[in-house]
Every structure is written in C-alpha cells, then in structure tokens.
C-alpha cells in the first residue's frame, strides 16, 4: 500500500509534466503566430511611415509669420485739422508733425505690421518688419545677426532700430502706452530712431550682466540729424543689470549718440547722450510692478549758434494679473535752450504731459486698453492749449508668438 | 620648456574645469546633479515659483546664459514666451538652437495630447503636446539617459565619472519607482479636476482620471459660467479632489471647494515649488502625497 500511493503520485507527477509540456508548446506556437503577426503590422507601418510628401515641397521651411493690428477710437478737445498742425516749440514746427499714431477724432486703424523671423542658415537669423498704414509701405526693420561669433560678439546689419536708450529699440505695440514718450517723439519723431546700418554688440563674460554697443548708420533722421550724403550717425551704449533677490530687477543704461545735420545749408554736429534705468519687481507669478525712466539732452549746432535741450519720462507699470494692468507716465521737456522767437508772445515754459492706462488682456494675444492724456506740450493754431485726450485701443497679434518683454 | 609648462597650465584648466550647464527649469537641473556631480555647475533660470509659460526674461539671465557650456530646455513649447530672445542677447554661439551644447529633452519624450488641430482659438495649446511631462516620474530615467550621453559627449574626460553617477541613479531610481508604483496603486479609483493640464502625464501613468480643468481653455482665465458647470460635473461625478499649482490664482480653487466640498490639493509642478520638495524624490513623494492621501 504504501509503495502504490509514491507509485501513483509519481504517475500523476509525469502525466502533469506532459501536460505542462504540451500547454507551453501550444504556447509558443501561438506566440510565434501573434510575432509573426506584430511584425508584419510592423512592416505594414513602417510601409505606412514612408516618406509620402510632396517631392519638391518647402512649407516645414516657413518662417515664423506674425501680423500685429492696433485701432483706436479716440475723443480728443481739438478737431482734426488744428491738431494735425500742432508744433511742440523748439522741436517740431507747425505742419512738420508726422502723425502715424491715432491722428483722429474718431476712429483709427494705426497699422497693420507683418512680422517674420527665420533662422538662414548656421550663421544668420533674418528678421524682417513691414509697417503698413492706409497709403504707406515701409520696410520697419529688415536685418540679419550673426549667431556663430565668438567670444560674446554679435553682428547686427540691414534697417533696424537703434538700441540707444531703453524705449528707441521698442515696437509701438509693446509700448506700454499708445503715444510715443515726448521727448522720443520731441527727438526723433514717431518713426524712432533707424536707418541702414551696422551693429555690433559684445556681451562681457561675468556674472552680473554687462553689454558694450556701437553701431554704425546712415543717419537719415530729419528730426536731430538728416545729413545723408554718406554714413554720419555712431552710437554707442553701455548697459548692466543686477538683481536683488529673486523678484527685483534693476536694469540701467548710458548712450552717446554722434551724427550730422545739415541745418543753414552747412553740416553741424549733432550730439545726444542718454540715461536709463528700469526697477521691475516681480509681485507674483503674474504680478509686478515696473518703474522705467529715461533722460535724453541733445546738443546740436546749428553753424550760428549751439542748442542744448533735453527732456525725460517716467513710467510707472502695476501689473494686476495675467488680465489686467495700469499705468502712469509723466513726460517733461526740462530744457530747451533755442531760438523760440516764432512763438513770441506765447507761453513756451513748462512744455509737458500726463497719461494714466488701463489694459485689459483677455488672452495675451490681444489687449484693450483706456488711456487719458492730458497734454501741456502743444502749440495748436498758434496758442498754447493744453489737451484732452481719452482713447480706447485695441492690438492684437497673432500667428507667431512673440516673446515678453523685459 | 614652453610647451611642457603650456600643457601643464592647460592639463591643470582642464581638470578644475567644470562645465557649466543652464537648465530652464528646476528638476532638469536636478538630474544634471545627479549625472554631472561635481564636475558641472548647474544653473536654473526658471524659478518654480511662477508659470514655467512666463519666466520673467530679466537681463540677469543673459548673463548666465553668455557663459553656459550647454543649454537645456524643457522644450514642447514651454519655453516659446521667453527664451528666444534671450538666447539671441546672450552671444553666446556654444548653445544655440542646432548647436552641440543644446539640449531638447522634448525630443527624446512620447508626448501626449498632441492636438489633432491647432489655433489659439482653442487656447494656448501646444503643437507639439503636452509639454509637461516632468511631473511623470518615469520620465526621469529616459531624461538622466539623454543628458548622460549629452555630458559624455562634452566632456569626454570625465566620462567615467559621468557613467558611474549614472548608473548609480539609474539603478536608485529603478528602487525609487518599484517602491512608488506599488504605493501608487491604491490611488487608480481617484477622480480629480485640475487647474491646468498640469499633471497629465503622472495622472495617466498611474490610471487617475481628471475630469476637468478650472481655466475654460488653456492660457485662459476662469469664467463663472465655466466655473459653475465645472461644480455641476464635479457634483454629479462625485469628485473631491482639485489640483492647484503654485502660480495661479486659488481664489477659484476654494470657491469650487466649498460648493462641492472636495479638497484643494496643492501640488508641485517642478522641484522645490512648494515647501518640502527640493529633491527629486521629495518632489515626486510631494506630488502623490498630495494627489492620493
């Protein structure tokens, strides 16, 4: 009995082995079929994966297309006509002024602007800005920058905008209020200071933040330079930035500009030099609060004599939230030593200007925003008048996204 | 004579030279410690306090982007709103786009919600998927792998040292995530909404099922009519838990709470972004702990 009950569990034992076998044979087998299945699925995609597109086809080439609108509805204490001859006295005489920006009562379209960006090759990006408005077409900046320079050098040639100062370099559209600040507007009028042109700028190799620029252009701008007969404007900036902790940003910067004009039919030089500074402290994720200044003086011979003016800005920025922001500026000529004998008998002190906004983005691809300016620098038909000016504006940009600014 | 004092001076450079590597967020930083130890400085631009979308592009940044030997962004998108322009003041030719010292981790990930059409219409979506995949621990090993054979490849002469670290976290990770998935598995019946698709990748990888976000659209601030179907659905739905990062607004999250008594879980989108989530494993333990218990 005892020999039986080994005997047969060892025959239990066996037989159990050959099914065990068995179910794992018919288990490869159907393994080997779902492979041989998976695999050819594989082949199938792989087929399916193939180069498919269009032989001669460039569109993954594109580059990074952006359109910018801005409009404005505006109400102003001046009509159209008056205000379309305003002077600012000592820098823009009546009729001189370029009104690009929200001209009329009413309703404007500003301008509509292309943006396009592409890298070209290993050794250049193209950046390319057309500015359109109802009867104009002008190239706003069109140039390329090197990106293989080495040591921290960094080659900039084409049409651009001058990175004197802190505001000159900004498009209208991420301007933090709808008008140019005065004594930018006073200087260079509203195309801002560009011209064809070489930059070079050098980024110093140490903690704290050091750029050195210079740049070499033609110097076409009728405002404070306009003698164009060959290159005659050189800048040159210096420009740092230390933070304080982790939410406080100070940014500052120095400029000297030399150029040209060719007032009394004789070329004078004209010379400006340039102070800013930037405190931004980041509140919160969305949150900060922007103080943004700059000083501008321009010292330019006219053959007779010598004028010296100058002016500043002052811009306070609270950011509420990715949604909402508001704004004060204040805007002064501070000196304006020149021949003023054309407005005798009217008052020419004091020339300056306030704006309050506020900014509503409901994406931060477009922004409203409500500003009131009231304006103390303007001469209109003759008289000092001081203005009133409420204005809703609406800009959008969309396709590519262009980065924030600082 | 020179040239054995030049090859000493330049032997002795190379030696004490580390390479300086800038990640755009916090826990890539982490992981290049990891794998690079004492032979790399790491810096992160990106704070974890605020919306990895919006870095704030201070000066200060370019800097530190001027004397980076490698780049590493996150990649997908995320960094779309501030890096470029920063990268193209920093003159720094090492790390561009194309460059050997530029490193897109998006490009070694299987991104997920890869939308089948894209216009802002639909919000701040990305082309290319969700970009934020770091909250997945399980990516961690396949981005260690990337920026191992990234260091290896810069720096050959410490390449040793750049293997041992590695496969020293690779085989502590692989600990990490055995013992962590099996704590992770009584979390699969947990319903959430969240406030930004923040967290999908972990949320799938462990079968948690989100039901919604608080912002109607990517990018875009809550509305009240969303606000109030998004209580309906959690009602109905019987979900109690809402995910929050650090940088949006909470007021939404509480008011939502308290209409359907679900519970605020504040959870870390990137390392060190709330209290107590510095390291990478802190930073993952942080993320379950708030999601599940």
Redesign the interface.
Known sequence: MKKIIPLSMLCALSLMADATLDTIQKELETQKQKTATLESQMQALSRANTNQSASFSQNAYLPDIAFILDMSAVARDVNNTAYSNYAIPGFIAPGDAELIFNPNRGFNLNYAELALHS?VD?YF?AFLVLHLQSNVFEIEEAYV?T????M???VKAGKFRSDFGRLNKKHHHSWHFDSQALIHEALFGPDALKDPGVQL???????????LGAEAMQGTNEASFGASESNNLYTGYL?S???IG?SI?L?GGMSIIHGENFENNTLNPTDLYGIDFTF?D?L???S?LLWQNEFIQREKSLGIRVDKQAGFYSELIYTY???YATGLRYDAITQNDTDLSAYSGVDTDNLDRFTAMLEYK????SRLRLSYTYDRSKIISGERKNINDVMLSLNIS?GA?S???? | MKKIILTLVLGVTLAYANINVDTTYSTLGAIVKKIGAEHVNVTVLGSSKYDPHFIVPKPSLLAKLRRADLLIINGGGLELGWLPPLLRGAHNRNIQNGAKGFLDISHSIAMINVPASVSRAFGDVHAQGNPHYITDPHQVPIIAEVIYKKLKLLDSANATSYEKNYQVFMQEWKNYLTEFDAKMQECKTKKVVQYHLLFNYFLNRYSIKSYGNIEPLPGVSPSSKHTIELIRMMQKKDIKVILQDVYHEKKSASFIADKTGARVATVPHDVGSVKGSDTLKSFYNTIAKQICH
């Open positions: 890298s290993p990006d920058i990106t293989s320079l080495p921290g050098l960094r700028q050098w980024v110093a190799p140490t903690d704290t933040y050091l750029m420009k930035s230390i933070d982790e940003s940014l931004r980041q919160g994720a969305y900060s939230n990715n949604n409901p994406f931060e691809m969309a996204h980065a924030h600014d600082f």
